[in-house]
């Protein structure tokens, strides 16, 4: 669960220190005094987009940090070792995340820097949060379709349909591909044939320009280099005072010394291996010497060969490996043209085959989702009793369509809120309280369907009063028995219902406006429930009416 949630100059917050138990949360304060910040530091601390304009004015820099305790720690330690940070300790989690009016932002997951991605992978692992307008999403046929398949487990089919379609699109869209490529065929294949039969004429290699280049400057300077070649040889081996001559001369005392002093040995190794330096040297300078004559022919031959190069260059692509590359595409795409009808040919009967396969995916899915529709209809017409829909029912319809990359079926949600009534699609409602509600009670039936630990409630209860408002309450302190549930609530009937009472209050001091919150004690939720019923000026009346929703709760 989530323990606490420290908030630092983010928007009218200076600095707050929420502490959350086990069980429903409920968080309760005037309008506008930044209630909804609190789940916006959450939100960020998850992931969600930052924006500068959130830091408190006159502040460099805000931040949030979330501390979860984990009783089934091992999806997140798996998470956090794959990211390439260390596990949880204890199962605990810490996750801070600070955002600077300059410079660079910073995340921290256990004190280890991480990446905006890791949040918001653990978000999807920790949190389940709803917004006040998050209901209208439920008006959404994707997400109804999702809801579905969460609540039957129908991934593993849908996973399965949905690598059957990708395969078949995939052969679709390679047919239109070939198709679209060219409107004419014959003269798209004349210019490829002369592209090809142009680079081959040239016979490009890999390297072999700057190895042009190299040569034709050598020979460009053939006389100097030979002089010098010369000289260094003479000096090496044909000049009276020859190096040869001096090492010679020197190997001879040195062997004879090594004799009389052991120590010398090592003298004489050490002259050996100059001495046959010397001499791969004079060899290689009698070598360049050789092949670096004046050749008119071959100075000829090399230009011709860098003028080849500038020409496809100029042509095709700016280096011969990209010569050789185009050269290779133009070589596949010319054999894709000329076989392009036996190709379409054999695409289109690999598509037929795997459009059976998809339609057979279809089935299996559509069964499957036939099957848990029935299911979640009863189960979300159950908890919208409890809400306060006596005789209220729920559908949920399921209809064939083409191949779709979800499926074969459109879901439609329909309502009927009171006996007697017909059903009609849940978009067609009107009262945003009704479909908030609705949305509770798809929450708590799914809730018993995942592993999310935290649910976060936002004015889920708006538009809403009276005994509906206990009824709402009531169901969120069941769905609490198996998750932690977080709430901000404007009902009384909803907050009597938390196990841990948290009251957001602003002040202004000194010309600047202050958020703070407190965790109540008995008294001060008496107190809070009461200033909910009636206002600022609490009376015996609504003090004995809060004490009362409290002991009934």
């Not at 997140?76 to 260390?86: A, D």
């Not at 037929?352 to 995916?361: G, K, Q, S, T």
């Not at 309502?415 to 949305?439: C, K, Q, T, W």
Request: overall charge negative.
């Amino acid at each position: 669960m989530l323990t606490s949630l420290r908030v630092k100059n983010l928007a009218l917050v200076e600095r707050v220190n929420a502490e959350f138990g086990a069980g429903l949360n409920v968080i309760t304060g005037e309008t506008g005094t930044g209630k909804s910040i609190l789940i916006g530091a959450l939100s960020l601390v998850l992931g969600e987009r930052a924006e500068k304009r959130l830091i408190r004015a006159g502040a460099d820099a805000c931040g949030a940090e979330a501390i979860f305790q984990l009783a089934e720690p091992d999806a997140v330690n798996t998470l956090l070792t794959e990211s390439g940070l260390e596990p949880c300790d204890g199962g605990q989690l810490i996750i801070r995340r600070i955002l600077k009016a300059e410079g660079a932002n910073q995340i921290v997951v256990n004190d280890q820097p991480a990446t905006l991605q890791l949040l918001k992978q653990l978000g999807e692992l920790l949190v389940d949060m709803h917004g006040p307008y998050d209901h209208q999403s439920l008006l959404n046929p994707a997400f109804q379709l999702d809801l579905l398949d969460a609540f039957g487990h129908v991934w593993g089919v849908r996973e399965t349909y949905e690598a059957a379609y990708a395969l078949w699109r995939g052969l679709e869209d390679r047919i239109a591909q070939l198709l679209a490529e060219t409107a004419d065929p014959t003269a798209e294949i004349d210019r490829l044939e002369y592209v090809i039969k142009d680079i081959e004429a040239g016979a490009p290699e890999e390297g072999e320009e700057e190895r042009v280049v190299r040569e034709q400057r050598l020979l460009g300077q053939a006389q100097r280099v030979q002089e010098l070649c010369s000289g260094a040889t003479n000096a090496l081996a044909e000049d009276d005072t020859a190096a040869f001559n001096g090492i010679v001369a020197a190997l001879k005392a040195v062997e004879e010394l090594a004799r009389l002093a052991p120590e010398a040995a090592e003298w004489l190794e050490q002259l050996r291996g100059i001495n046959s330096q010397l001499q791969e040297i004079n060899g290689g300078l009698h070598n360049l010497a050789d092949k670096t004559e004046a050749d008119p022919a071959r100075l000829d031959w090399l230009d011709e060969r860098l003028a080849v190069y500038q020409r496809l260059r100029k042509k095709y692509a700016p280096t011969a490996a990209e010569v050789l590359a185009l050269l290779a595409r133009t070589k596949d795409k010319l054999r894709s043209l000329q076989t392009r009808d036996e190709q379409l040919a054999r695409l289109r009967q690999e598509s037929a085959v795997a459009l059976a396969a998809v339609r057979a995916r279809g089935v299996e899915l559509r069964t499957e989702r036939s099957g848990a529709s029935t299911l979640l209809a009863e189960a979300v017409t159950k908890e919208l009793r409890a809400l306060g829909f006596v005789g209220g029912h729920f559908a949920v319809e399921v209809q064939p369509v083409e191949p779709q990359p979800t499926g074969m079926d459109v879901i439609d949600f329909g309502f009927a809120p009171n006996i007697g009534e017909p059903m009609h699609p849940l978009r067609a409602i009107a009262s945003s309280g009704e479909i908030a509600r609705v949305m509770l009670a798809t929450k708590c039936v799914l809730a018993k369907h995942d592993r999310i630990p935290v649910l976060i409630f936002d004015e889920i209860d708006a538009n809403i009063g009276g005994e509906t408002g206990n009824a709402v309450g009531k169901k969120l302190a069941e769905v609490a028995k198996s998750h932690q549930v977080i709430c901000i609530t404007h009902l009384p009937q909803v907050a009597a219902h938390g196990t841990t009472h948290l009251a957001v209050t602003k002040s202004v001091r000194e010309g600047r406006t202050f958020t703070e919150v407190k965790l109540l004690d008995e008294r001060g939720r008496v107190n809070e429930l009461a200033r909910m019923l009636g206002g600022r000026d609490l009376t015996n009346l609504t003090l004995a009416h809060a004490r009362a929703m409290l002991e009934k709760a």
